[in-house]
C-alpha cells in the first residue's frame, strides 16, 4: 500500500509539476501579448499626437511665441497642463522649436508657473525619450534623426566614452545645443537611468531660469 500511494503522490506531483508549466507558459504568453499591444498602443498614440502637431504647425500655432501665446491662452485653466505636455511632446519629436514654450511661458504664467510648467514637461520629455530609445533602439532613432547624425555622435562616443556624461552635462546646459537628440541618443549608451536622471534634473533648471527671468519681466 505505501508504494502504491508512493505512487500515486509522484502521480499527483507530476501533474502538479505539469499544471505549473502549462500556467508559467500561460502567463508568458499573456505577458509578451500584453507588451506587443502596449507596444502596439504607444505607436498608434505617437503617430496620432504627431499628425495633430502638424496640423497645428500648418495652422501657424508655433509659428513665433506671439501666436503660440494665443493658442495657450485659449485654452483658459487648461493652459498650465497644455503648456507642460506640450514641453514633453517637443522633446519626443525633436522638430518643434523648444525655446517656444520657454518663452512663452513665464509670459502667461509669470515666472515660477512658467518655470514649474518648463521645467517639468522637457524633464519628463527627457526621460521619456531615453527610455524609448533604451526600449526600441536605432530603428526608433532613425525614424526621428538622419543617419548622418546620429553615425558622427556615435563616433564621438567611441573615442570619449569616459567622458560622455559630463560633456552631456554641459550640453544639456546650453540653450544652442540639441538637448532632445542627446536624451534620445544617450538612451543607447551604457548609461544607467539613475545618473542620467540627475543629470538633467540639474541641468535643465539652469537655462530655464534664465528665460523665466527675462520673459517672466524680471530683468
Not at 2 to 15: G, Y
Not at 67 to 95: D, H
Not at 113 to 137: D, E, H, M, T
Not at 164 to 182: E, K, N, Q, T, V
Request: hydrophobic fraction near 45%; charge should be positive.
Amino acid at each position: 500500500m505505501k508504494n502504491i500511494e508512493f505512487a500515486e503522490s509522484v502521480d499527483e506531483d507530476f501533474e502538479n509539476d505539469l499544471k505549473e508549466t502549462a500556467s508559467e507558459k500561460f502567463l508568458n504568453t499573456k505577458g509578451k501579448v500584453i507588451k506587443r499591444i502596449m507596444t502596439g498602443t504607444f505607436l498608434v498614440a505617437f503617430v496620432t499626437v504627431g499628425i495633430f502637431l502638424f496640423h497645428q504647425y500648418r495652422l501657424g500655432t508655433f509659428k513665433d511665441p506671439d501666436t503660440f501665446k494665443e493658442y495657450i491662452n485659449s485654452l483658459g485653466y487648461l493652459g498650465p497642463v497644455a503648456l507642460t505636455v506640450f514641453q514633453c511632446v517637443k522633446v519626443l519629436y525633436a522638430v518643434i522649436p523648444g525655446t517656444i514654450g520657454c518663452i512663452v511661458g513665464p509670459m502667461i504664467f509669470g515666472p515660477v508657473g512658467g518655470f514649474v510648467c518648463n521645467y517639468v514637461g522637457i524633464c519628463s520629455g527627457s526621460v521619456l525619450a531615453f527610455l524609448l530609445s533604451r526600449k526600441f533602439g536605432f530603428s526608433l532613432m532613425r525614424m526621428i534623426f538622419p543617419d548622418k547624425k546620429i553615425r558622427s555622435y556615435k563616433n564621438w562616443m567611441n573615442k570619449w566614452t569616459k567622458h560622455f556624461h559630463i560633456f552631456l552635462w554641459i550640453a544639456i546646459c546650453l540653450p544652442i545645443s540639441p538637448d532632445d537628440f542627446l536624451c534620445y541618443f544617450t538612451g543607447l549608451t551604457q548609461m544607467k537611468f539613475k545618473k542620467f536622471l540627475i543629470i538633467i534634473l540639474t541641468s535643465k533648471p539652469l537655462t530655464i531660469i534664465v528665460y523665466s527671468l527675462i520673459f517672466g519681466n524680471i530683468l
